[in-house]
């Protein structure tokens, strides 16, 4: 059960932040329903979690204002959770959280934009094919929200990096850092490869932490045809559990291409990604594939 907060610790708010989401069950309940599982069902069979603990941090969780509970059926009236507002807000947390435990519990504590094939990390993207990518909407760089996969299109290649050059300066030693190399190449790749993706019926979009406005200088300097999308709330993040590396006291996506069907199923992962043209013809190659299904 939640704990109150003692007198002492009124005024801290790393000690009421705590009260809400400090308990196990809690923070895996703001995983799952970020995953877009939201009905009691789904997320006891998911979680593995007693009817009861379930019923009580889900309580917990609506009385705090990190989930609404929304109808979704009547004659019996049925409900399911979704993050509010505030849980949303959360989802950067969740994913700094996931971040640490990356380098430092599940990794040696070195800072990398990459992965070894044998990670926890690279097993968790490895294990998305088969995953359902949930509705959300992302900033775009032109100046709308968009869904990270397109329904007019028969696959959606997502391909994420960390960050471009321009229009601002990186953080310093950033080519320090083990695959942030080769972010505008991969753009430019994909641009140039642009029309065989359309011909074939594949959309492409880039994701990146970066701000909208950082990605409209970089998409009109370079003339990129596709969308670049801002997960700088993290809810592509937290939705896959896609890795990410801090730097200059950001979280940066780790270069990742997945290839999601019209159905929003994930069906190709490309992680780490150390032969960027390669992997590009292999976007192209298993997007034409699930687009001509």
Same mark, same amino acid.
């Given at each position: 059960?939640?704990?109150?907060?003692?007198? @002492?610790?009124?005024?801290?708010?790393?000690?009421?932040?705590?009260?809400? +989401? *400090?308990?196990?069950?809690?923070?895996?309940?703001?995983?799952?329903?970020?995953?877009?599982?939201?009905?009691? &069902?789904?997320?006891?069979?998911?979680? &593995?979690?007693?009817?009861?603990?379930?019923?009580?941090?889900?309580?917990?969780?609506?009385?705090?204002?990190?989930?609404?509970?929304?109808?979704?059926?009547? %004659?019996? +009236?049925?409900?399911?959770?979704?993050?509010? /507002?505030?849980?949303?807000?959360?989802?950067? +947390?969740? #994913?700094?959280?996931?971040?640490?435990?990356?380098?430092?519990?599940?990794? /040696?504590?070195?800072?990398?934009?990459?992965?070894?094939?044998?990670?926890?990390?690279?097993?968790?993207?490895?294990?998305? !094919?088969?995953?359902?990518?949930?509705?959300?909407?992302?900033?775009?760089?032109?100046?709308? *929200?968009?869904?990270?996969?397109?329904?007019?299109?028969?696959?959606? +290649?997502?391909?994420?990096?960390?960050?471009?050059?321009? !229009? %601002?300066?990186? !953080? /310093?030693?950033?080519?320090?850092?083990?695959?942030?190399?080769?972010?505008?190449?991969?753009?430019?790749?994909?641009?140039?490869?642009?029309?065989?993706?359309?011909?074939?019926?594949?959309? #492409?979009?880039?994701?990146?932490?970066?701000?909208? /406005?950082?990605?409209?200088?970089?998409?009109?300097?370079?003339?990129?045809?596709?969308?670049?999308?801002?997960?700088?709330?993290?809810?592509?993040?937290?939705?896959?559990?896609?890795?990410? $590396?801090?730097?200059?006291?950001?979280?940066?996506?780790?270069?990742?291409?997945?290839? #999601? &069907?019209?159905? @929003?199923?994930?069906?190709?992962?490309? $992680?780490?990604?150390? &032969?960027?043209?390669?992997?590009?013809?292999?976007?192209?190659?298993?997007?034409?594939?699930?687009?001509?299904?």
């Amino acid at each position: 059960m939640a704990r109150a907060v003692p007198d @002492r610790d009124a005024a801290c708010a790393i000690a009421q932040a705590a009260a809400v +989401v *400090g308990d196990w069950w809690s923070l895996l309940l703001v995983r799952e329903t970020a995953r877009g599982r939201h009905r009691f &069902d789904e997320l006891q069979r998911e979680l &593995d979690i007693s009817r009861k603990v379930l019923t009580e941090r889900l309580n917990h969780l609506v009385d705090s204002g990190v989930l609404d509970k929304v109808p979704y059926q009547e %004659g019996p +009236v049925r409900f399911e959770y979704r993050l509010s /507002d505030a849980g949303r807000a959360l989802l950067p +947390v969740l #994913v700094s959280m996931q971040d640490w435990a990356d380098r430092w519990l599940l990794g /040696d504590g070195s800072l990398t934009a990459s992965a070894d094939e044998r990670s926890a990390e690279a097993h968790r993207v490895h294990d998305l !094919p088969g995953a359902r990518l949930p509705r959300l909407t992302l900033p775009a760089h032109t100046g709308t *929200g968009l869904d990270p996969v397109d329904a007019d299109a028969g696959a959606t +290649v997502l391909f994420c990096y960390p960050a471009t050059g321009r !229009p %601002g300066p990186l !953080p /310093d030693d950033w080519l320090d850092i083990p695959g942030t190399a080769g972010c505008t190449l991969e753009n430019r790749l994909f641009r140039e490869a642009y029309e065989r993706f359309t011909a074939a019926g594949v959309a #492409v979009r880039g994701v990146s932490t970066q701000r909208p /406005d950082e990605q409209r200088a970089f998409a009109a300097a370079e003339e990129i045809p596709f969308p670049l999308l801002s997960d700088m709330d993290n809810a592509l993040s937290a939705a896959l559990r896609l890795p990410t $590396f801090r730097a200059g006291q950001a979280l940066r996506l780790k270069r990742a291409v997945l290839v #999601v &069907d019209r159905e @929003r199923t994930v069906r190709h992962v490309q $992680f780490p990604v150390t &032969d960027i043209p390669a992997a590009v013809e292999t976007a192209w190659r298993e997007g034409s594939a699930v687009a001509s299904e």
